[in-house]
């Protein structure tokens, strides 16, 4: 393959990035920036996002909450003054309670379902419209290895994260004819912000959690968010163009 395939995989194309103040969001967002893509990144963190937005050439950062249908049209909105969208990656997300389901409050659920199944669905639904009217685009969402299998520690979360793989195949199965594929990936443990603030969270469970976390992945380590990109943008590209309705684990072998 020619040196510019590689580096320049998505010159020309416009896309949205939740989640794209931290962690995740914000490196997809970066590396699809720096192959060529014009993008409208959404986060709650406007601080943050503006970050993020400076070293995207030709980014529109939207300060929003991906649960709101409201801002979700804004976000909608500033990509239609860019051009047809076709690429969409959905990383905003939140962690929930780190306890049984029998003690998760009513409020917590909503509010976890809100941001991670209903936030993943208003991107969707704002974006699959305008995907099939441009011939096409390629989605992933980002689900968790806690989505395939069930979590004894934030069972919530998983849930939560099983609506989003079966959400996203769901779009697979509907949307091909349209020359759209939707994938997910399912990351392990990623060194982000979030999973720091899980073992924070956890208290004095925490350095069990973490070495148990350790002990049950094969690779014996955590992963960087780079290691998710890289899939991240493979499946947003070209040369994934027959790859639809994966849910790809990205967790050193987990859950080999
Ligand atoms: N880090 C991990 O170990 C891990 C593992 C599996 C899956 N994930 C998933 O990856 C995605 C990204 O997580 P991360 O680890 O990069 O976390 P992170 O906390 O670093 O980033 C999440 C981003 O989402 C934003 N966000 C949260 N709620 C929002 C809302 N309602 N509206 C708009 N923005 C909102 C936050 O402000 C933040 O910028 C999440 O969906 C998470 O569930 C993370």
């Given at each position: 393959m020619q040196e510019a395939e590689l580096t320049e995989r998505f010159t020309g194309r416009i896309g949205l990035v939740t989640?794209?103040?931290?962690g995740i969001g914000r490196d997809a967002a970066l590396a699809m920036a720096a192959e060529g893509a014009r993008l409208v990144l959404m986060d709650r963190d406007a601080t943050a996002l503006e970050a993020t937005a400076a070293a995207c050439p030709g980014a529109v950062a939207l300060e929003g909450d991906v649960s709101a249908a409201a801002d979700m049209d804004r976000a909608a909105a500033a990509l239609d003054a860019m051009g047809p969208p076709s690429l969409l990656v959905t990383a905003a997300g939140m962690l929930g309670p780190t306890r049984p389901l029998a003690e998760v409050t009513e409020e917590e659920w909503d509010r976890l379902f809100a941001v991670n199944v209903k936030g993943t669905w208003l991107a969707l639904r704002a974006l699959l419209p305008r995907m099939a009217r441009a011939g096409g685009g390629a989605v992933v969402t980002i689900a968790s290895g806690s989505g395939l299998i069930g979590n004894a520690v934030f069972p919530a979360y998983s849930a939560s994260k099983g609506a989003v793989v079966l959400m996203t195949r769901s779009v697979a199965t509907s949307h091909a004819a349209e020359g759209i594929r939707a994938n997910t990936v399912c990351p392990g443990q990623i060194e982000t912000p979030m999973l720091r603030g899980v073992f924070q969270q956890l208290g004095d469970r925490a350095a069990g959690v973490e070495a148990m976390f350790r002990a049950r992945n094969p690779s014996g380590r955590f992963g960087e968010v780079a290691e998710v990109t890289q899939a991240v943008l493979f499946l947003l590209?070209?040369?994934?163009?027959?790859?639809?309705?994966v849910a790809l684990p990205i967790d050193g072998g987990r859950l080999a």
């Open positions: 989640g794209a103040a931290s590209s070209d040369a994934a163009s027959y790859i639809n309705g």
